[in-house]
């Protein structure tokens, strides 16, 4: 045998990254369907040193967009709508260029439709503003279902067709369909009205205030604990949410128009390897971060918040933490 390292368990990695001012926030590990790790490390407001809880909510941008693809995927297991139906027969103002584009390619991101992030950066911005943006543009990025372009204004057509078809906001179909029967109680969508106590506020590595503060819904605009997180996680494992064929749908990944498959599924991308199937999401606006890392063969899951956004490199922590898991 050659000499072997001795491999750090998950807990002294992430206390490595406490202690070098890289991760301030709410971690939970499973390991073969066990939690190992769920703990909470410094603060949920630098300033006041008012000190994080496990019921503590942060915002978890991009990983939102897994909630509006189940929303989705509920309503066509209601049969009121079809992945092939085109997105303008649910929202009327959609530009004229997109009248071909399919649910489907808003999902896993083949639409071509313009991506607003970066461009947009009002405080307050609704997902009106960005319809109204994309009215204004030339065109499609390509041609549909040729390529793969990540595009949060993709999943804000999504929830105006989740609150066109429901009847409901965005926020109350989440609530009553996903949020409730998990008991996700420390959940939150994000609207002009919602007050939420005790949630995380953001920074960024300096300690300066970097917090949340705009209204688009379905591309991000949810506040969760990393153990809703988790609860969420259990629910889909065990086909809570969707049937057992709508959740192979789910992380099903499209053939492009060359033949290729994409990375990514609906609310997913999507990791085959070695004989198992990684689901993986990652978020990150203002001064949080967010990561939901799920193989879903050895029944291991990786969920990690943080309101000190870009002192957290993301990727490096993933890594790390995939090998104490080996």
Not at 167 to 193: C, D, P, R, W
Request: with cysteine; proline share 2%.
């Amino acid at each position: 045998m050659g000499c072997q390292t001795t491999s750090q368990t998950p807990a002294e990695v992430i206390k490595n990254y406490y202690r070098k001012g890289k991760f301030n926030g709410s971690i939970l590990i499973a390991q073969n369907d066990k939690v190992i790790v769920d703990t909470v490390f410094g603060y949920r407001d630098l300033h006041n040193k008012t000190v994080l809880k496990k019921e503590t909510p942060f915002y978890i941008a991009s990983l939102s967009k897994s909630f509006t693809a189940i929303a989705i995927f509920q309503l066509v297991e209601k049969g009121l709508l079809s992945f092939d139906n085109n997105a303008v027969n649910f929202v009327d103002n959609l530009p004229a260029y997109a009248q071909h584009i399919t649910i489907k390619q808003l999902l896993n991101h083949t639409s071509g439709i313009r991506d607003y992030e970066n461009k947009l950066t009002q405080k307050g911005l609704t997902n009106n503003d960005v319809i109204h943006w994309l009215q204004n543009q030339d065109g499609l990025a390509f041609k549909p279902g040729t390529k793969f372009q990540y595009s949060n204004s993709g999943y804000i057509i999504l929830s105006l067709i989740i609150e066109k078809i429901s009847g409901m906001t965005y926020a109350q179909f989440l609530k009553e369909n996903i949020f409730n029967s998990l008991q996700m109680n420390h959940t939150t969508v994000y609207e002009s009205n919602t007050v939420i106590s005790d949630k995380a506020i953001g920074y960024n590595k300096d300690k300066k205030m970097d917090d949340y503060y705009i209204l688009t819904t379905g591309d991000g605009g949810i506040y969760a604990t990393a153990e809703d997180l988790y609860k969420f996680d259990r629910a889909l494992r065990n086909n809570q949410l969707l049937s057992e064929e709508s959740t192979k749908l789910l992380y099903e990944k499209p053939i492009l128009e060359d033949g290729t498959h994409s990375e990514y599924g609906s609310g997913w991308f999507i990791e085959r390897a070695a004989g198992t199937m990684i689901a993986q999401h990652t978020g990150g606006l203002a001064g949080f971060r967010s990561l939901f890392w799920r193989d879903l063969k050895n029944g291991n899951t990786i969920i990690a918040l943080t309101n000190q956004g870009d002192a957290f490199p993301v990727f490096d922590f993933l890594n790390n933490i995939k090998k104490t898991l080996k």
